[in-house]
């Protein structure tokens, strides 16, 4: 198989993901999160590139380490989600310049763990994504209705008498390592691109919450085929054209929205402005 080949099945299988973790991140509001993660999970890269061990590798037990961090920091009271996600940002992307800027004999160029190489990913890379969205997709079918439930709703689903711990610990887990398989292709800085404007694109468009994943999977594998061709045609960096083609579908995205609305009921053209019974049963 040819790199270019290789590049275009690991991008549509990360557009696929769009359509799981992508959903996620945005119904639950966890952009900021996947962002802090995929910036903080650089030293992990650095670390295993001085080793000379498999870089997707460091960065996945780096990951797991920041989310417990994140995990004990958020308890810390008058504390939070947001403010534990951005010291772990900060904590996690200067340690890695750190030790980039003390080791320049790095084997794997900084610009690649930053932006990422499509043409350079692997057959294992693209195993590894294969297997986050199987896995991702065997979850979502055992656990999607409790998700659903307790985005939603999370006051009803304690009164209930379900337990969010578990929920909150397959949302993670599903987020952390599509973030982790997205840096081959995209890198630290643009991996959250093509898993999160999708969805976002899809939230706007989408008439009832269960169109939001297809929509975001469609719209994720075009973007990422479209980024691709773009570089090929004009010799431009792969993972800037895969983050500004990303962009422009959720711009064109946001404006067939605008139109839509003005052509018809506000409160009924998208999901924006319904309740939450409303987006999943596609009622008013």
Do not use: C
Not at 166 to 181: D, H, M, T
Not at 193 to 222: C, D, E, F, Q, S
Not at 245 to 262: E, F, I, K
């Amino acid at each position: 198989m040819s790199y270019f080949a290789m590049a275009a099945l690991e991008l549509a299988l990360l557009g696929l993901l769009a359509g799981v973790a992508g959903t996620l991140i945005v119904f639950r509001g966890r952009s900021f999160f996947a962002i802090a993660l995929s910036h903080a999970t650089f030293p992990g890269g650095v670390i295993f590139a001085l080793a000379g061990w498999n870089l997707l590798i460091g960065q996945a037990l780096f990951a797991a380490l920041l989310v417990l961090l994140m995990g004990v920091l958020s308890r810390v009271p008058r504390q939070g989600g947001q403010v534990s996600s951005g010291i772990v940002l900060a904590l996690g992307f200067a340690l890695g310049a750190l030790l980039s800027s003390a080791n320049p004999g790095l084997g794997v160029p900084v610009d690649a763990l930053l932006v990422g190489s499509p043409l350079s990913v692997t057959f294992v890379d693209i195993s590894a994504t294969a297997a986050v969205l199987v896995v991702s997709l065997v979850a979502l079918a055992v656990f999607g209705r409790r998700i659903l439930f307790h985005t939603f709703d999370p006051a009803g689903f304690t009164a209930a008498g379900f337990r969010s711990g578990p929920v909150e610990f397959v949302v993670v887990g599903i987020i952390a390592a599509s973030v982790v398989v997205s840096m081959p292709a995209v890198g630290a800085i643009l991996g959250v691109a093509i898993l999160i404007a999708p969805a976002a694109a899809a939230r706007l468009l989408a008439p009832t919450i269960a169109w939001v994943p297809p929509i975001a999977a469609v719209l994720g594998v075009v973007s990422g085929l479209l980024g691709l061709w773009a570089s090929r045609e004009w010799n431009i960096a792969a993972g800037g054209a895969i983050g500004l083609a990303a962009t422009a579908v959720y711009v064109l995205a946001l404006g067939a929205s605008m139109l839509l609305r003005r052509r018809s009921n506000p409160l009924s053209g998208s999901l924006e402005g319904k309740t939450p019974a409303a987006v999943i049963t596609g009622g008013e």
